[in-house]
């Protein structure tokens, strides 16, 4: 594990470097997935195989993406900025999902590509905080954006950051059959959640969105790696379902905080649609 202070020039994940385009495109594609595609079809592999040189070559996609796409420096000066103000015009709204996207989507390669196959923890906790910071800025809660925002201000600071940043280097990547094994390990979660979507709570179903969420950006990298029809298909149709699922997802959460609905409680039927197409999914996904 790399000690303080944590270069990421120095890590053997920076080299070789992945050109502009590619960063594009993974980034592109990161923005989408949850843009619904209801008119494009299930492919007839779900569950693509990679080789070991693509999970590699995925993972420090991720990688470099996160340490050489965020300018940690700005994207402080903007926490601590909509931290004072308690609020957010669009272009620092913007700024702010794009640069938490990139936290997302590395925390979300920890799980996919690596032996462990679940997040670091400190990731974990800063990129949770970065969603709530943006639950509250966007629903005007002044206080807790003043809170969350100077947590986060600390924990992006050198002196911090480098606790965040070193298992992201020292995690081994998984086998590539080994990944397919955890992915069938989620289809088998997956199934049994789906059940309850006929009376879940928003907790519950925020559960069931995080293993479609995983695998859209598995399937987001994985394409980026190896450009196909196919896997574009696979993506946008699980996409579609991630939209959907985020778009209830929101207005979950205004109810959460306005206290109208008990986010780990309070019971609802989800929308036929989502578990339909989750059914659909898993009926081509081997066992």
Known sequence: MPFFPFSRKASPRHYPAFPQNMFDTVFEHILLDD????????????????????????????WQLLEDGVDRKAFRRLILKIAFSGQAD???????????AKFKHMRFACANFTRKHRYPLLLHIVT??????QDAFKNHQRRSTLILGLILWIALSPAYYWLIAAPLT???EDSATGIQAYQKRENTRLAKMVAKLEATTGHEFHVVR???????????TL?????SHELD??????ATINGMMGDLHDHLIEKKLDGTQNYKRDRFQSPQEIPQRIRAFLSRSPQ
């Open 210 to 220: 995080k293993i479609i969420s995983r695998r859209v950006a598995f399937n987001d």
């Open 233 to 238: 298909q696979l993506s946008e149709y699980l």
């Open 35 to 62: 843009v619904p595609h209801p008119t494009t079809p299930l492919p007839k592999d779900v569950l693509p195989l990679c080789t070991a040189q693509e999970v590699t070559e995925g993972y420090n996609l991720c």
């Open 90 to 100: 669009e272009e620092e709204r913007l700024s702010f999902k794009y640069e938490r």
């Open 170 to 172: 020292s995690w081994r």
């Open 128 to 133: 949770i905080i970065m969603g709530n910071m």
């Open 223 to 227: 394409r980026t790696i190896r450009p």
